[in-house]
């Protein structure tokens, strides 16, 4: 069986392409979301207890392959693939969409984490803010008190958050008109979002863009350690042939 460590709109396209070849597939979500978008072939949801249980699990589900296509933000489940592919001899790749680029008309920013985001908004005279980084490490901007925060994510998240805010609970994927027209109905004069890449949640950016408004991008952390040498691929099709040059035993190739 090939696992799929998911949670990303290409998690979800490589299941279903592995599913349409024949290949028995399992994709794993941590479980965060509270209706995730089920992709196609076997599902288990939550975590595996850390990397020595993966590993476990691994061994006791005759896993073949691993790919790790979770969220390029998504530190602790990388290192801990890496970690327990090694420990349990499963070959694993990376499957990681390409981070975005700034294009001519483009004002970002970048900085290293959320708190360096937070620190910045003040900085750049910032009134009015949507904030799409997520759910978790809200946190980080519960301190900043003179702007005033729509923020956007799936589920509800945890307090502390900044003290003047809206909730927006949706996800993407979004347009163009509709970024647009949600930026001009909120007066938005900062977008603050981590360097995710794809198509899914690119047209905030194309929208701030046309507005000549800022963008705060948080760059991607480092993957250090065990999860730094992984073999990686940025498309699905790359990570499909990989995975099907791994068939399961009982298929005897
Ligand atoms: P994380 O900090 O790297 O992981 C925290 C713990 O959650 C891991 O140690 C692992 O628990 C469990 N986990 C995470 N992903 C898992 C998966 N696919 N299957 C089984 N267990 C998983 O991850 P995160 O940033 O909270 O993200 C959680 C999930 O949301 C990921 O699958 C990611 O692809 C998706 N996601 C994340 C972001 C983001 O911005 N971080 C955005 C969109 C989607 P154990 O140690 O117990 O195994």
């Known amino acids: ?94 499957l990681e969409r390409p981070g975005w680029r700034a294009r001519p008309g483009d004002h970002w920013h970048w900085v290293d984490d959320l708190d360096a985001a937070a620190a910045s908004i003040p900085r750049l005279g910032a009134r009015r803010v949507l904030l799409t980084t997520g759910r978790q490490g809200l946190a980080a901007f519960a301190s900043v008190r003179d702007a005033w925060f729509l923020i956007r994510c799936v589920d509800p998240p945890a307090p502390p958050l900044p003290p003047r805010h809206e909730l927006l609970l949706d996800r993407g994927p979004y347009t163009l008109a509709g970024e647009g027209a949600l930026i001009d109905a909120h007066q938005i004069d900062l977008v603050v979002t981590k360097d995710s890449g794809g198509d899914h949640t690119a047209a905030k950016l194309d929208a701030a863009r046309e507005r000549g408004l800022p963008v705060i991008v948080v760059r991607r952390p480092p993957r250090v350690g065990a999860a730094g040498s992984v073999p990686t691929v940025a498309t699905v099709a790359e990570a499909q042939a990989w995975a099907l040059a791994h068939p399961p035993a009982e298929r005897g190739v």
């Not at 490589?14 to 070849?21: S, V």
């Not at 993966?54 to 790790?68: F, I, Q, S, T």
């Not at 489940?77 to 499963?90: D, L, N």
């Open 1 to 94: 069986m090939i696992l799929i460590l998911g949670g990303t709109a290409e998690a979800r396209a490589l299941a279903a392409a592995l599913d349409a070849a024949g290949a028995p597939v399992t994709s794993s979500l941590a479980g965060r979301v509270a209706r995730p978008r089920l992709p196609a072939g076997a599902v288990r949801i939550g975590g595996f207890g850390g990397p020595d249980a993966l590993a476990r699990w691994l061994a006791e589900h005759g896993v073949r392959a691993v790919v790790d296509a979770t969220h390029p933000f998504a530190e602790r489940i990388s290192a801990s693939a890496a970690r327990a592919c090694a420990q349990a001899g499963v070959p694993l790749l990376r």
